[in-house]
Structure formats: C-alpha cells, structure tokens
C-alpha cells in the first residue's frame, strides 16, 4: 500500500508566477489535510478537504491560495501570483475518517523556493 | 483556542543520555495527543500516540503519558541513540467535524556519540 505522494519535492519559482502541489492520499483515505511549514517552525494548518468538497479553509491565506480534491486525481493546492514569503515545505496528510484516535499519515513534503 | 506548547530546542544530549521533551497543551474538549518525528528532509512520521487520559503510548523505546489533571504529554526515552537525532513535534487534535493537527513548534534534538 503506497503512502502519501506528494510532487513535485522541490519547486523553484520566481516571483509573480503560480505553484501547483500535488497530493495523492493513501489507498481508501477521503479525507485530506494541507499544511506549511515556515523555516524554523511548526506545521501549521492550511485546509482540510473530501472529495469534490472543502470542509475547512480557515488556515488557508485569503488571497491568492486555493485548493481543490476533485472526484477523480490528486488534491492540488495552488499559489498563485508567488511572493518570496510563500517560500516554506508544504506538507499533505490524508486519514481514513476525522475521529481524533485514527491518524494523520503525512507526505514527504514539497519544498517550495520563491526567488 | 487550542494550542500545543512544547520546549524550545534545540536540545544536545550524548548518547544513552536520558531525554525528556516537555509538552503541554489547551484544549476546549478532549482531544488526542500525539508525538511526530521529522528526520531531515523528510516528512512527518507518527511516533506514538494517546487518545484518553492516563494513556502510555510508547514506540521505539519512546513514551509518553497523556495527564489530564497536569495538561500534559511529556516525551521521554531512557537511552538515546545518534540515529534519534531529528525534529520532535507534539500535536493534538479533537477531531469531529473538522480533525486537523494543531502542532507544537517542535524541538531539535542532536545526539552526540
């Protein structure tokens, strides 16, 4: 059973233009999480997403940040228009249900590089 | 709201030294608690988990006891070992309707041989 996927693992971009992350859940997870990690801190969280619905995005920036879990192919969390602030390790998690005793199984991360 | 305070790092022991990595929390209800290990480079891995008061989750020589009356989940380990070196995240959550991770901002850990 292939875990958590995440790519690309490292995106450079330059100021002004879009990054788009990918992220395929485990095998039978709907529920999927996104969430950054800045430089020398914790993760915070994004958005939690099923498919074809977002259920949470209070985490998420208002401007410029979108996310979406589509019926059929990965959850993308999109950034548009960058800025060297978006710069951080994005991190998806997806779990089988929301009960707070099942986990939370993470991806590897893309690591994003605005410059 | 709910918050998750862990001990700064980064913390240098030797190896087979005693760690101990505090972590306390707020939470509005009953939440789980949780232990996550980041290695450089990588993801985040679960390292043990509490999902009521007075559970031991333990891993890997690796333990933690949730304490409701103390708002706690303490990490320890007895004998620590260079390959534990790595980022320790404390995190809760209360599940339900929304189930996201709320972490601690993680303490770096280096073992020294």
């Known amino acids: 059973n292939a875990g958590v996927m995440q790519n690309p693992r490292h995106l450079v971009r330059r100021r002004g233009q879009e990054a788009r992350l990918r992220c395929s859940p485990m095998k039978g997870h709907s529920h999927v999480y996104w969430y950054r990690q800045l430089p020398e801190e914790g993760l915070k969280f994004m958005v939690y997403?099923?498919?074809?619905?977002?259920?949470?995005e209070s985490g998420m920036p208002k401007e410029r940040f979108s996310a979406e879990f589509p019926k059929e192919g990965p959850s993308i969390l999109r950034i548009q228009q960058v800025v060297r602030g978006d710069s951080a390790a994005y991190f998806c998690?997806?779990?089988?249900?929301?009960?707070?005793?099942?986990?939370?199984?993470f991806g590897p991360g893309t690591r994003l590089t605005v410059t | 709201g709910n918050s998750v305070t862990q001990m700064e790092g980064p913390v240098t022991l030797s190896e087979e030294a005693f760690l101990t990595i505090n972590c306390t929390y707020t939470a509005t209800g009953y939440p789980s608690l949780f232990w996550y290990v980041q290695y450089p480079g990588e993801g985040l891995q679960l390292l043990l988990k509490?999902?009521?008061?007075?559970d031991k989750g333990s891993n890997k020589g690796f333990e933690a006891t949730y304490r409701k009356e103390t708002t706690s989940f303490h990490l320890e380990k007895g004998s620590v070992q260079v390959s534990d070196s790595a980022v320790y995240f404390c995190?809760?959550?209360?599940?339900?309707?929304?189930?996201?991770?709320?972490f601690g901002k993680g303490t770096k850990l280096s073992v020294k041989p």
């Open positions: 509490a999902t009521k008061a007075d």
């Open positions: 997403l099923q498919k074809e619905n977002i259920i949470d």
């Open positions: 998690a997806s779990s089988l249900t929301t009960s707070s005793t099942y986990e939370q199984y």
């Open positions: 995190a809760l959550t209360e599940g339900g309707s929304q189930g996201n991770l709320i």
